[in-house]
């Protein structure tokens, strides 16, 4: 497989593992990973979280590693890049309000070139418009944007991830986010590779 061009779409309170690993995975592999941010320039520094549950309704945060960026945001081209990785974690919440982001991520999907996404980033995906009719996994507590974005919520195992088309969403979660990142960067790879890109 030849080395393809990746825009990874990060930001202040994504979750540490899924900024970090796929990064350093699919970089490992031969891809080059741009990772971006809205209003950062390269070199700039996003703040990571650690998501875990210690017995509360829901999880709690606890600051993760700075991540150093290495494209600034307004250079990046959904034209230039082969594939799109969107971290989760607390990030989308915000990222999703960024115009200019949702018109790459929906650039990336008219075009039906590779999009992974984890966690939370479905919020992303959701505000897009782009998985209507489609699977997709992702944190339980998006499930309801999921389905009022017009997508098919799948729950999968906290190391799965599915595929439907170009899209290769997964679960993720802080309790096994160790298992579920490194699949689903494998299954970006794989994405990838199968549309042979």
Do not use: W
């Amino acid at each position: 497989m030849s080395a393809k061009k990746i825009l990874f779409l990060v930001g202040d309170f994504a979750e540490d593992y899924e900024v970090i690993v796929p990064f350093q995975a699919l970089t490992m592999v031969g891809h080059v990973v741009h990772a971006v941010c809205p209003g950062r320039k390269a070199g700039e520094k996003i703040k990571t979280a650690i998501h875990d549950f210690e017995g509360d309704q829901t999880y709690t945060e606890k600051p993760g590693r700075n991540f150093v960026l290495n494209v600034s945001f307004v250079e990046a081209n959904a034209n230039s890049y082969d594939a799109l990785m969107i971290a989760g974690g607390r990030a989308p919440e915000y990222l999703r309000l960024d115009n200019r982001l949702i018109g790459i991520v929906r650039s990336f999907a008219a075009k039906n070139n590779p999009i992974a996404a984890i966690c939370h980033a479905a919020q992303i995906l959701a505000a897009a418009d782009a998985i209507r009719g489609r699977r997709v996994s992702a944190y339980a507590a998006c499930a309801p944007e999921v389905r009022l974005a017009g997508g098919e919520y799948v729950e999968t195992p906290p190391d799965g991830a599915i595929r439907d088309g170009n899209l290769v969403t997964g679960l993720a979660g802080p309790p096994t986010i160790s298992g579920a990142v490194p699949r689903s960067a494998r299954h970006t790879r794989l994405t990838i590779a199968a549309r042979g890109l």
